[in-house]
Structure formats: structure tokens, C-alpha cells
């Protein structure tokens, strides 16, 4: 396959650097369940 | 620039769970049969805003049965949710709300519910009884021996049944059937109906007088049978009705 070499690398470049311990928040939905699920 | 977009709302965010209470609530009070429903989880939340302080809420709910019948005066708070070994029911329902200057009012909901498997219940409890149909003759059979059973034995009205609430039945190691119903007081004194129980009515609405039997049927090694009945009172504004033939 061809790679758009231009966007891989500029990809590379937008990569925000994550905080060492980063904890990405949950999703919003579905929420807790709060007796048990069948 | 215009001003980001709210972020989405998740569903625990205290705003989905305020309108969830709405929405359960909703559903409790526009039920007229079998057991009142308690929230288990929000699934999802999506908000169509329609202008300044007015949205379009989207609720989607997973629910679960309580040990309350719907006629209860047992506030739902108070209510305990059918445990997973009792062969629990789930209540999946899609509501439409309104939030209006902070005000949720339900627009529209849509629910069915379904019992857990089989498989689930056996695979934690293999002795557990399971959920039996309405028409099987075991529960039938115990239903009508329990209800003469109390009404033989009461000093009080003469009770008619109004509906069976659920009926699961044990298979080993004993042969036992447990069974749920709705009652209602008649006009009758029990000894009265001794005589002519066709003759006994329900009370009109406005003396109306609910009430809930539960009772277990040993059918072998040797028949037993225990019954409790409470009567909840007169309840004025609630009443009860004869579910269509049509619907199971």
C-alpha cells in the first residue's frame, strides 16, 4: 500500500504528548450500573 | 466566535440522573400491572436543544423489577429490586422528555421488559426456581388453593383475585411451586361468601381495598401449602384495571 508519507509524519508531529499516569476519562454513557446486570 | 458547544451530558452526570427519576417515575404511574420497575442504569442520554432553557431529552434506561406490585402504597425507594437468584426481570425503555426553565416533564416512553435466561440463574443457582407462564395448570392449581385456603381461614373480607403477579417452580430437590397475585376486598364477609360467592363484588373505587398474596405450594415429596395475604387499605385515586384479553 502507498502511504500518504506527508500526513504519517505530520500525524507523528500532532501526537499530543500524553502525561506520564494519563488516565483517559470514561465514556460518558453508558452510565454506573447500580444493582447488577443480566 | 460563537460560543463552544456544551459538552454531551454523560449518564451520570446529575442532570441524566435527575431526569431519570422523572422518567421512572413516569413509568411507575402509568402502569397498572405487575411490579414497579427501579433504575439500574442510564444507557444513554442525547439532548435535541429547542431554544433558550428548552430541550429535547432522549433517555435510554435499563430498569429492574422490585418485590412491590404496582398497587403497592410502598414508595419506590422503599422497594426492593428482585435479586438474580429470584429470576430477576429487566424493564429496557426509551423515553422522550422536555426540560423547560429547568423543568423535566415526560413527552413520550416505550418499554418492554424480558426475564434473565434461564442458563444465567441455573448457571448460579442450579436449584433456583425459574419463571413459569401464567397458564401453567401447577400455578394455576396453587393459586386458586391459596386463595380458598385464606378466604377459609379470614375473618376479615372475602378476597378475589385481580391478577398473578409471577410463579416460578422449583423441580429438585423438592417439587415446589412459588406464587405471587394481586387481591382485591369484595363486599362479602368471608362467611357470607361461604354461602354465595358468585354474588360478592369488588368494592366500588372509592372503598376500594388492594392487597398481595404470597404463597408456596410443596407439591411432592408431600403437598404443603403456606399463604400470607396483606390488604393495603383503601388508596383513594388508585385503581385497578382488568388487564385486555389480548395482552400476556
Known sequence: PVAKRAVAEAAQHDKVPRPVGFVPPPPPCPGKIRHFKI | ?248
Request: a negative charge; aromatic letters at 6%; one cysteine or more.
Open chain 2, 1 to 248: 466566535a460563537p460560543a463552544a458547544p456544551p459538552a454531551p451530558l454523560g449518564c451520570d452526570d446529575p442532570e441524566s440522573e435527575a431526569a431519570a427519576a422523572v422518567a421512572v417515575s413516569y413509568i411507575n404511574g402509568h402502569s397498572h400491572h405487575g411490579y414497579k420497575f427501579a433504575l439500574n442504569r442510564i444507557d444513554n442520554i442525547r439532548i435535541l436543544p429547542q431554544g433558550p432553557n428548552n430541550d429535547i431529552i432522549f433517555l435510554e434506561l435499563d430498569l429492574l423489577e422490585t418485590t412491590c406490585h404496582i398497587l403497592s402504597p410502598t414508595p419506590l425507594q422503599n422497594c426492593t429490586v428482585r435479586s438474580f437468584t429470584e429470576h430477576a426481570v429487566e424493564g429496557d425503555c426509551d423515553v422522550k422528555l422536555q426540560k423547560v426553565d429547568g423543568k423535566f416533564s415526560v413527552l413520550a416512553s416505550k418499554c418492554h421488559s424480558h426475564a434473565d435466561s434461564s442458563e444465567d440463574v441455573l448457571q448460579v443457582c442450579p436449584e433456583c426456581p425459574l419463571l413459569a407462564t401464567w397458564n401453567n395448570t401447577e400455578v394455576l392449581t396453587t393459586v386458586t388453593a391459596a386463595l380458598n385456603d385464606h378466604n377459609s381461614k379470614t375473618a376479615d373480607a372475602y378476597l378475589k383475585l385481580l391478577e398473578i403477579g409471577r410463579a416460578r417452580i422449583q423441580y429438585a430437590p423438592a417439587h415446589v411451586a412459588l406464587v405471587e397475585f394481586a387481591v382485591a376486598a369484595t363486599n362479602c364477609s368471608a362467611a357470607q361468601a361461604k354461602d354465595n360467592a358468585e354474588a360478592c363484588q369488588l368494592l366500588p373505587d372509592d372503598q376500594s381495598n388492594y392487597g398481595f398474596c404470597a404463597a408456596t405450594m410443596v407439591l411432592q415429596p408431600s403437598e404443603d401449602l403456606t399463604v400470607n395475604c396483606q390488604l393495603y387499605g383503601h388508596q383513594p385515586g388508585v385503581t385497578y384495571s382488568q388487564p385486555a384479553q389480548d395482552t400476556s
